[in-house]
Structure formats: structure tokens, C-alpha cells
């Protein structure tokens, strides 16, 4: 997937000084990232991290959906994969899009998806976008910033 990994045992660290930088994006709310894939989603959660976010990741869609839904007024963006054991994507986001309608919620697939017949096909709850994995960091970056902070 075209994701950097940090390799310092002080990642931590690193991460938590990076956040400090760009402190004005963690005001725009939380963005929660689920993929029951453990690599995707830890790179995913980092690179956004680095990039300045406040970023929960879940690997269970029951277990993102109890948290939400405790946390639903401090979530900004929702991105969560479209195949997944237990609970696909497009149930967990309707789930979510009932706490919160106003949530932005992303999609994330490795498929080719043509985003018009999509919605055409299944027009609720409104997906804002999708993300085609693999993706690059800086083209990940520039979409999310896109729906978080929109200009």
C-alpha cells in the first residue's frame, strides 16, 4: 500500500510532538478509522497522526460502532472499509449515520467502485467519498483534509 511505517521504538514520542505542530487540526474533531486489516489500519491511523489528526482505529466494526456511539459528538470523519468479516462498511455507516447524520463517512476498497452507480444503487445513508486502496500518503492527506477541513 504505498504507507510509510515509523521503525523508532519512540514513535510515541515522535507522534505526539508531530500533533503539537499542527495542533489546529485536532480542534477539527476526531476522525475514526476502521479496517479489520492490522497493518492498513495502524499505517493509516500514523500517517493521518503525523499529519496532525486526533485518530481512533478499530479493527472490530461492533466495537468502533459501541465507541462511536458513546463519542459521536467528537467525531468529524468516519472512514471505515467496505469488506469486512462481521459487519460490512456500508452497515457499519448506516449504523453511524443514525447517531450522527451529519457525520462525513469515506469508504475505503481495494474494488474499482464507479461512486454514481453506487449511490444510485444504494442512495442511503449518503457516502461522502471513497478511498482506493493502495493509496499514497500525501493522496490520502489531501482527500482527508478535503472533507475535515473544507475551504
Known sequence: MGLSV?????HQEHEQKTVGKNA???????????????????????????HGYNVFGFMDP?????????NHSTYSLVISDLRMP???GFEFIKQVK???????VL???????????FTKILPKP??????QKPISIRKLNGIIDKYVNPE
Open 6 to 10: 515509523f521503525t523508532s521504538s519512540s
Open 24 to 50: 489546529s487540526k485536532t480542534d477539527t474533531g476526531s476522525i475514526l478509522v476502521l479496517d479489520d486489516d492490522f497493518d492498513i489500519n495502524n499505517m493509516l491511523k500514523m500517517a493521518l497522526q503525523k
Open 62 to 70: 461492533l466495537l468502533a460502532l459501541e465507541h462511536f456511539r458513546i
Open 86 to 88: 462481521v459487519m460490512n
Open 98 to 104: 443514525k447517531m450522527n447524520p451529519k457525520i462525513k
Open 107 to 117: 469508504l475505503m476498497t481495494a474494488f474499482e467502485i464507479n461512486e454514481m452507480e
Open 126 to 131: 449518503k457516502v461522502d467519498g471513497f478511498i
